[in-house]
């Protein structure tokens, strides 16, 4: 890839843009796998500005935009302490989602994004870096695995009524 491609913290003025493009996205790489009726009652409590601004104004969640050519093209969530979904500890920093545009993937957007989360990790001394992924997003697991993620458990995960399984992967520091 030509451009550059730059890693912007996002702000809570920002909201909008982030609901909108986290919405897109999540549609993009799951509408075609899954019922549209769940996909639309998850969306429905999921995607909104009220819990977009509240994530974004919690002091241990951190969104970032990667832009390229001064367009977003994807977005990356990382949670601490408290704001974790599952483990919550201290010494640990989760990448609860990274996303890209359907257009810009394949691009090496996602690699730039994981690679800034590992080295924010270590940059604050954390043990490991975690992460929950869709287990049948084999696409997703083997870049993870290449990063040097291997599985550690598993939990469920609820898109509207269908019940779902997440792989929780982790990487030593």
Request: net charge negative.
């Amino acid at each position: 890839m030509n451009s550059s491609i730059q890693i912007n913290r996002v702000s809570l003025a920002d909201a909008e843009t982030l609901l909108n493009l986290s919405r897109k996205t999540f549609f993009d790489a799951f509408a075609h796998l899954n019922n549209a009726a769940d996909m639309e009652a998850y969306a429905s409590k999921a995607f909104t500005l009220k819990r977009y601004e509240q994530e974004l104004s919690n002091p241990d969640s951190h969104f970032y935009f990667a832009v390229v050519d001064n367009a977003i093209t994807g977005y990356i969530k990382l949670n601490y302490n408290s704001a974790q979904t599952e483990l919550q500890d201290a010494n640990a920093l989760e990448v609860e989602r990274i996303y890209i545009l359907q257009e810009h993937q394949g691009k090496q957007i996602g690699k730039h994004l994981l690679d800034f989360a590992i080295q924010t990790a270590v940059d604050e001394k954390m043990a490991y870096i975690w992460l929950g992924v869709w287990e049948h997003n084999n696409k997703a697991i083997n870049f993870y695995k290449s990063k040097g993620f291997i599985q550690f458990g598993s939990h469920s995960f609820m898109l509207g009524t269908d019940e779902q399984t997440d792989i929780l992967m982790r990487k030593e520091l």
